[in-house]
């Protein structure tokens, strides 16, 4: 909460590193304001808003969603979204949309993280897509880019309307300025942009990498528990939003906007991120992968991979979701008469996996950042020399994975690729050799 010597600066927004405050949850009743009284009382549309504010509601949903689905909220702001746009077109570079230039792919793919190279660039203009499927016309399928910035987005704005942002931060801590306030991030933290919200990325030291996943289907939401119960997984309670803040100034900033793959960019004579106070459902988010509560056996074999999902955007009960995303969390990995690995498989969903944090660098290889792709019916598991491995040990006792944070989307549609992926500096082109030499071992055992 701000008192009226910040109104008087027009701004609330800057904090110091570390003590930017958070409202917890998930899909709640959120409110809150940067200045006292800012929040009109028992309605959201008065005739004269408090302190001169532009009442605006935001719908991530059909105003007839089923209300656990529905979200929204009014924002209460200096001067409304429609205050002077009109936009012109603006070059995106590598941040593409499907139909991508290589068409779906059955070989397993696979890069290192993107190397930092002498670039100068923020979030936006350093985005590269690797692979996409569907399209936000249909709002179905996701694409995935590969984000490395060296500086702040200074007097920029990025709002899309094609899709969620789902912010990875691998390398480097963010400072995320959104429309209903701040959100930091470093390495191992998720980051959550809704369909539509303005925001901006401002770097905490000189240089960031991560994933960013553009999903253009329903929102993610928590999976249900079924059997597991009420609690497990990603708990409600351990999602953080942001609180109210704002920047008041009239200072020029660029709001970049996408829709239907294209991008628009239009000048506005003060900053979007002028929200004062806001209250609902539809907000930013993070939350942090380390307090994923994993389950898995107790007696013999792996689960499906299914039992890390910690967000869905659903979409058939069969065929597979539009999305789901899983988090790999340190934990024990158990199993009477098991292999401590999880098996060779063939299934009906594109897998995209990444390894973000925590995997010590063995003989000068840093593999954290990596991202790997196998699409839909590619037959996969672990490789010749780590089966040999697993299959060989001579204790199953349980052992703890320290550290090691790594993530698994899941997609019913085939992937494709950019040719700037193939072309990228961090392409693997022989990694299917890691997946031969398996041994006859019939019918001797
Ligand atoms: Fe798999």
Redo the contacts with the bound molecule.
Sequence with gaps: MNDVADVKQFKSAEKAPGTVKYQVGFGNEFETEAVAGALPKGQNSPQKVPLGLYSELVSGAAFYAPRHLNRRSYLFRIRPSAHNLEFKPWDSGDFRTPPLDVPPYPNRLRWTQRPQEDVSADFLEGLLTLCGCGSPNTHSGLAVHLFRATKSMKNRAFSNADGEFLIIPQQGNLRIVTEFGVIEAEPSELVLIPRGVKFRVDLQGTFARGLVFENYGDPWTLPELGLIGSNGLANAIDFEAPVASFEGEDIQTQVIHKLAGKFWSVDLDHSPFDVVAWRGSLTPYKYDMRKFVAISTATVDHPD?SIFCALTSPAHAVSGCNADFMIIPPRWVVGDNTLHL?GF?R?TVT?ISSIVCGLPIKNGVDMNGSIGV?NSWSA?GPDASAFEVAREAASLDPHRVDNLISILVETRYPMEFTQAAMDMKGYLPDVTASWSGFRKRFPDG
């Design positions: 991979p999880p498989h299934n897998e196998t996969h």
